[in-house]
């Protein structure tokens, strides 16, 4: 099967500006923010967005890797950063494509077992078949895919795409 573009490099860039822009808006009255990446793409994803956050506000930006295994995913979820870092604090859970909803939705277990002040998520690509009732809160673009679709991100400094196949 042939691959289609869904975002080129500077739509991947417009997107996580826009994000960013959305969760600064969210957040403005805070001091902090954590912004938490799903290993792998996801984290990369909260990379960008940590880096834009920091460019358009004064928030004191924490990022954070959220370590899942995605093969298995009833595994302990854990973080690069200690649990005293993100207590009672806004957070935001980052990652490349909501397919299932199965990693984000573990990434949300991961953290209700902890006090948040603000709990969001963020995503570059929602698809809409969802096993879980898991929304994103803020998204760069949501596709209706089939199933047998396949959606893959990658990012790289000058040349970051998503493609469907």
Not at 103 to 125: D, S
């Amino acid at each position: 099967m042939e691959k289609s573009i869904i975002l080129t490099n500077d739509q991947i860039q417009h997107k996580t500006r826009r994000i960013a822009f959305q969760i600064y808006e969210t957040f403005s009255k805070e001091k902090e923010v954590v912004i938490a990446g799903i290993n792998g793409n996801g984290f990369i994803f909260a990379e960008n967005i940590a880096a834009m956050l920091k460019e358009i506000s004064d928030l004191n930006v924490v990022l954070c890797e959220v370590i899942i295994d995605k093969k298995k995913p009833l595994a302990k979820a854990s973080t690069s950063i200690s649990e005293k870092d993100y207590k009672n604090k806004p957070l935001v859970l980052v990652d490349d494509v909501l397919n299932s909803g199965t990693t984000l939705m573990y990434g949300i277990k991961h953290f209700l077992e902890v006090p948040l002040k603000k709990f969001k998520t963020a995503v570059l690509i929602n698809r809409n078949h969802k096993k879980y009732p898991v929304k994103a809160d803020f998204k760069g673009i949501s596709l209706s895919t089939s199933m047998q679709e396949h959606i893959s991100v990658k990012f790289n400094k000058e040349n970051s795409v998503a493609t469907l196949d």
